[in-house]
């Protein structure tokens, strides 16, 4: 398919966090196609010079620092899911950058696992947001949010996505349609292509890319 974006290339990338035991699948879908229109994404981890291990056992090297990665600089964050989420504090650094990415407007994309670490750093409280299970966020420390929880395969509030980790495709969707990576009638397609196995929508998305829009 084409990699002509809908707009320009945006100037600003878009940032994926990288941790020991990142879930790889849960963002497969959103990277590939983000970079296929276009988009460059960049891995940002606590040490650049230290590698990390996902849990598939696939070695990352990160592009840059965290501490240094300013929202301003970028066009969205996005937080995978990790083993490391749920057993300590170890990833509280990147659910502090979030809430850095939300207080100035740009976007942060949250799936499994970084939807706890969100809930616990505050961020759901006031927001519409699902996960993997209700329960899940109840039991986080500090979470406030139970009246905003949504039964949904994925919810965007404003800059806010999450998604639960059974849904990679919805998620990428939603990274979608906030970047304004597809046309609607092509995200929709898009959607029912890689999430139904709608045979029915390869067509749209041919006649998309013959156009430049897919």
């Given at each position: 398919?084409?990699?002509?974006?809908?707009?320009d290339?945006p100037?600003k990338?878009?940032?994926?966090a990288v941790?020991?035991?990142y879930?790889?699948?849960?963002t497969?879908?959103t990277?590939?196609h983000?970079?296929?229109?276009g988009?460059?994404?960049?891995?940002?981890?606590l040490?650049a010079?230290?590698p990390v291990?996902?849990?598939?056992?696939?070695?990352?090297?990160?592009?840059?620092?965290?501490?240094?990665?300013?929202p301003?600089?970028s066009?969205?964050?996005?937080?995978?899911?990790?083993?490391?989420?749920?057993?300590g504090?170890?990833?509280?650094?990147?659910a502090?950058k979030?809430?850095?990415?939300?207080?100035a407007?740009?976007?942060?994309?949250?799936?499994?696992?970084?939807?706890?670490?969100?809930?616990?750093?505050?961020l759901?409280?006031?927001?519409?947001?699902?996960?993997?299970?209700?329960?899940?966020?109840?039991?986080q420390?500090?979470?406030?949010?139970a009246?905003?929880y949504?039964?949904?395969?994925?919810v965007?509030?404003?800059?806010?996505i999450?998604?639960?980790?059974?849904?990679?495709v919805?998620?990428?969707?939603?990274?979608f349609?906030?970047?304004?990576?597809?046309?609607?009638?092509v995200?929709?397609a898009?959607?029912?292509?890689?999430?139904?196995?709608?045979?029915?929508?390869y067509?749209?998305l041919?006649a998309?890319?013959?156009?430049?829009?897919?």
């Amino acid at each position: 398919m084409s990699e002509t974006l809908r707009h320009d290339t945006p100037a600003k990338p878009v940032h994926l966090a990288v941790y020991d035991t990142y879930a790889d699948w849960e963002t497969g879908h959103t990277t590939a196609h983000l970079t296929q229109r276009g988009h460059r994404v960049r891995t940002v981890g606590l040490a650049a010079e230290q590698p990390v291990t996902t849990m598939g056992g696939v070695r990352i090297q990160p592009d840059l620092v965290l501490a240094d990665l300013r929202p301003e600089d970028s066009s969205l964050l996005i937080l995978t899911g990790a083993s490391l989420w749920d057993t300590g504090e170890d990833l509280a650094p990147f659910a502090a950058k979030a809430r850095e990415f939300l207080a100035a407007g740009v976007p942060v994309a949250a799936i499994c696992g970084a939807t706890a670490g969100l809930a616990r750093e505050g961020l759901l409280d006031g927001r519409a947001h699902t996960s993997a299970a209700s329960v899940y966020l109840a039991h986080q420390p500090g979470y406030a949010g139970a009246e905003h929880y949504v039964e949904a395969d994925a919810v965007t509030d404003g800059d806010l996505i999450t998604a639960g980790p059974t849904e990679p495709v919805a998620f990428a969707r939603e990274v979608f349609a906030r970047l304004d990576v597809y046309k609607p009638d092509v995200l929709d397609a898009w959607y029912r292509l890689f999430h139904d196995s709608d045979a029915s929508a390869y067509p749209v998305l041919m006649a998309a890319a013959e156009s430049g829009d897919a």
